[in-house]
């Protein structure tokens, strides 16, 4: 009996302390405050990181003597999408989450009246809804450089090369397998069957690569270096987001800049996505040479958005 007094004693002393806990969190400096302060922390943190970044862009092209210049080739503005209502300027990096970029930019321009996630592929490709900022005048393109906020994406350039794979090669997509894939059979592919040759269905990752290596001039802005597709030697971007950690830069940035929308995952098919051990698994099945020179196709993207230098 003593001992069942006891328990019950315990019990209830542990219940009113964790009740105490709870009231003196959810009303004292543990509580709101706390939810504040780390709020503030993530804040502090993504500026410091954003000026890191700049810094590491800006560091590494001086040291390859590519100096920013205030006179804009419109080649350079042609993968920037402009939207005016929040005066943002977006470039489209494919393969790191652009549609669902342009899902949000469509949308916050008032073109449409429905939730971003609601909209297909074929309705945000098709459209014409977002202009390039390459379409307007010499002064309409100043004043959106020096006024709107400039961002864009970034992934891992060799993660971005095997998405860029599974998307165009490996999956059904009949333009770029007779665009392309007929091109990639006939030349590294020895006696191939006539049936792909007509088709240019069942290209391994092994010959893309060596496309990828051998036409490196060839500017599909799929695969293309990021470089080559948002200058950011020569445009002072505000905001610099890495896709590996979208899920918490998407949101801060979305609120930095007072967008009421959230950024949100579209994905159109059932495959696993492109993460590291898939990337490993098509890396693997390259040559030491392949990855060679797949590395100094990307070295830049590496250097410029510092990403770790992959195995070779």
């Not at 970044?53 to 920013?68: D, E, G, H, L, Y």
């Not at 008032?110 to 996630?117: C, Q, Y």
């Not at 060799?158 to 091109?183: Q, W």
């Not at 995952?265 to 492109?274: G, I, L, Q, V």
Request: glycine content about 4%.
């Amino acid at each position: 009996m003593p001992h069942f007094r006891i328990s019950h004693f315990l019990v209830f002393v542990l219940a009113s302390l964790l009740v105490t806990i709870f009231m003196f969190m959810k009303r004292g400096p543990f509580g709101s405050k706390w939810k504040v302060d780390t709020q503030r922390e993530v804040f502090k943190d993504m500026q410091l990181e954003q000026i890191r970044r700049k810094a590491i862009i800006n560091s590494v092209c001086r040291r390859n003597n590519s100096q920013k210049s205030e006179n804009m080739k419109l080649e350079m503005l042609e993968r920037i999408f402009v939207e005016d209502n929040f005066q943002l300027l977006y470039c489209e990096v494919p393969k790191v989450g652009c549609s669902n970029w342009r899902r949000l930019l469509i949308v916050l321009g008032g073109h449409v009246k429905v939730p971003p996630d609601s909209l297909t592929g074929n309705d945000i490709h098709s459209s014409q809804a977002l202009r390039s900022l390459s379409s307007y005048s010499e002064d309409e393109i100043r004043v959106r450089l020096q006024n709107y906020t400039k961002f864009l994406f970034v992934r891992e350039p060799f993660t971005r090369l095997v998405s860029c794979y599974r998307d165009k090669m490996e999956r059904p997509n009949p333009i770029y397998h007779k665009a392309i894939g007929r091109v990639i059979l006939r030349e590294f592919r020895p006696n191939a069957d006539k049936s792909l040759l007509a088709t240019g269905d069942n290209v391994t990752f092994s010959e893309f690569a060596q496309f990828v290596i051998q036409h490196n001039n060839f500017k599909d802005r799929h695969w293309f270096p990021v470089e080559n597709i948002c200058y950011p030697c020569d445009i002072n971007y505000d905001f610099i987001g890495k896709i590996e950690h979208i899920s918490v830069e998407a949101p801060w940035f979305l609120e930095s800049v007072g967008v009421p929308l959230s950024y949100s995952r579209h994905k159109a098919t059932n495959d696993p996505r492109t993460d590291v051990a898939l990337t490993k698994h098509f890396v693997q099945q390259l040559s030491h040479e392949q990855r060679k020179a797949l590395y100094k196709f990307y070295q830049r993207d590496y250097e410029i958005f510092n990403y770790s230098r992959p195995e070779l």
